[in-house]
């Protein structure tokens, strides 16, 4: 019998398991899943793009989140047509919880604002970098 059929039939003989039994499992997953949208220039459509893809997201029933990280000019209120009583720079700031931030917007999409115009949002400390994340895992 050749190498590659014995190979095949020992791996067989192992239980249940293949080559693909692990993408399976990712795919079976329940945890969130992450998409970034970053680019090295402005004005090239990123939070266009953004907004439209998390938009279709939740058009097909997925539960899903926007996070505005553009922390020193955000829109995506803006583009929504949204006006957030509060955003990421009350929640740095102590003044609000991060959960308290988030909007609704169309189709049941959810919006976490950051703040247009705050420079202190664009220049954080590695200190408020790692709160921030912090308050975004938890």
Same mark, same amino acid.
């Given at each position: 019998?050749?190498?590659?059929?014995?190979?095949?039939?020992?791996?067989?003989?192992?239980?249940?398991?293949?080559?693909?039994?692990?993408?399976?499992?990712?795919?079976?997953?329940?945890?969130?899943?992450?998409?970034?949208?970053?680019?090295?220039?402005g004005g090239? &459509?990123? %939070?266009?793009?953004s907004?439209?893809?998390?938009?279709?997201?939740?058009?097909?029933?997925?539960? %899903?989140?926007?996070l505005?990280?553009?922390?020193? $000019?955000?829109?995506?209120?803006?583009? +929504?047509?949204?006006?957030?009583?509060?955003? $990421?720079?009350?929640?740095l700031?102590?003044?609000?919880?991060?959960?308290?931030?988030?909007?609704?917007?169309?189709?049941? =999409?959810?919006?976490?604002?950051?703040a247009? &115009?705050?420079s202190?949002l664009?220049? +954080?400390?590695?200190?408020?970098?790692? &709160?921030?994340?912090?308050? =975004?895992?938890?």
């Amino acid at each position: 019998m050749p190498a590659s059929k014995q190979n095949n039939q020992s791996a067989g003989s192992r239980g249940n398991t293949d080559q693909a039994e692990g993408l399976r499992r990712l795919q079976q997953s329940r945890g969130p899943k992450v998409l970034a949208v970053t680019g090295g220039k402005g004005g090239v &459509g990123k %939070t266009s793009i953004s907004v439209n893809l998390a938009l279709a997201m939740a058009q097909m029933g997925k539960s %899903t989140l926007l996070l505005d990280a553009d922390l020193g $000019l955000a829109n995506v209120d803006v583009l +929504l047509g949204l006006h957030p009583p509060a955003n $990421l720079s009350h929640v740095l700031g102590g003044q609000v919880d991060l959960a308290d931030i988030i909007i609704e917007g169309p189709s049941g =999409l959810k919006i976490l604002p950051a703040a247009s &115009g705050v420079s202190d949002l664009a220049a +954080l400390s590695p200190q408020a970098q790692s &709160g921030l994340i912090s308050a =975004l895992s938890g």
